[in-house]
């Protein structure tokens, strides 16, 4: 059974989030699952009503698409119950789903096609469908081969002055530079058979750094079946302190012809909001003391660090790239809803939040972190 139709499972009357143009139809809003863990709620919380409500409202809204992970502990079988739960209201044909495999916890990867297969089925069990419009490989860059000459800092020069040295340079595309690339290779083509019998839609790879994602994307496109990967999903690197997104966009989408690219978290995995990210986000010391001073300058204005930030993104993700954001409760769905709403009006004569996203992204500037990316591995 459904929950009740609470008050704040009702949308605000106005404009519902629209389906973007593009090949994955989806919505300008994607509900991303990890929210719903232990990442970042407590498991009484997630025993409660409030994933269901949230999801619920979500729908209403017109963000009609999830994104969770085998990874993401019980965020699989807590999305799908609701959304079991909500089939009367909306059915499987009403919104898409999307998970990822090959991740099962801090540090346990396993790229082999067979258990990516074998995850890939458990996921459909636990979300109570069929098929999945997108199944992508999760955080590749643990189990690719590292190709970088360093793992923190700013890395926009990978797109020029130094290509070679993170295996960018034209006419590498192809090269298999060890195992991890070669496991890389096995898994996807492991998707693309499962895509093949009906049971995945669309296959794509997510991560951190851009650099490799770039790189593998390259290396999918320049090996047999020579067939270009379908979605990449990045996270935390269109943000209020990391935009590098934007500058590694048209290579994505040019040279490796990628289909569909997705932005995640706008809040940086919890660093940009006025309670802070939990214990194990790995910013350095300098990018989280920069996050406070951002959190006071927000306040001194009248406004949040939250809001600016759900803006900042919805803003510079424009018609075409889908922005992931994680909601635990309904309020949540709401106040994004209301910063859209707030963006597409005003489109971009807001003055006032322009001169708040400038003077915040000026914090992180002052503070050296501006675009700076942490080790991912660590």
């Not at 990822?100 to 790229?111: I, L, M, N, S, V």
């Not at 989408?253 to 809040?267: C, E, H, I, N, W």
């Amino acid at each position: 059974m459904a929950s009740p139709d609470l008050p704040d499972e009702r949308p605000v009357p106005g404009p519902l989030v629209p389906r973007l143009d593009g090949p994955l139809s989806l919505p300008r809003i994607v509900f991303g699952g990890g929210a719903l863990s232990q990442h970042y709620n407590s498991e009484e919380f997630l025993a409660s009503d409030s994933p269901i409500r949230t999801v619920q409202l979500a729908l209403r809204y017109g963000i009609t698409a999830f994104d969770t992970s085998a990874y993401y502990g019980p965020s699989e079988v807590i999305l799908g119950n609701a959304l079991q739960d909500l089939k009367d209201e909306y059915p499987r044909s009403s919104y898409q789903l999307m998970t990822k495999c090959g991740r099962y916890g801090t540090a346990t990867f396993d790229y082999n096609p067979s258990t990516i297969r074998d995850s890939v089925k458990r996921s459909l069990e636990r979300l109570h469908t069929d098929y999945f419009d997108v199944v992508h490989l999760h955080d590749v860059e643990f189990v690719c081969e590292e190709v970088a000459p360093r793992r923190t800092g700013i890395h926009t020069s990978a797109l020029d002055d130094e290509k070679e040295d993170y295996g960018l340079l034209e006419g590498e595309e192809d090269k298999v530079r060890g195992e991890g690339d070669q496991k890389i290779l096995d898994a996807f083509a492991e998707l693309r058979k499962m895509k093949e019998e009906g049971l995945i839609k669309h296959i794509g790879i997510t991560g951190y750094p851009l650099y490799t994602l770039l790189r593998l994307a390259l290396l999918i496109l320049h090996n047999p079946p020579f067939k270009p990967i379908d979605a990449i999903l990045s996270y935390s690197n269109l943000s209020l302190q990391s935009s590098t997104f934007l500058q590694f966009a048209p290579l994505l989408l040019g040279r490796a012809q990628v289909g569909q690219l997705l932005a995640a978290s706008p809040f940086s995995m919890g660093l940009l909001t006025d309670g802070g990210p939990p214990q194990w986000h790995p910013a350095s010391p300098e990018i989280l003391a920069a996050t406070n001073r951002a959190v006071k300058e927000c306040d001194a204005r009248g406004g949040t660090l939250v809001d600016l930030a759900t803006g900042y993104c919805i803003r510079h993700t424009g018609g075409a790239i889908p922005l992931v954001v994680g909601f635990s409760k309904p309020e949540e769905v709401h106040e994004c809803v209301q910063v859209w709403r707030e963006i597409e009006q005003n489109q971009k004569d807001d003055v006032k939040r322009t001169e708040q996203e400038e003077a915040v992204k000026n914090i992180f500037k002052e503070a050296g972190v501006l675009d700076w990316a942490w080790a991912s591995p660590p």
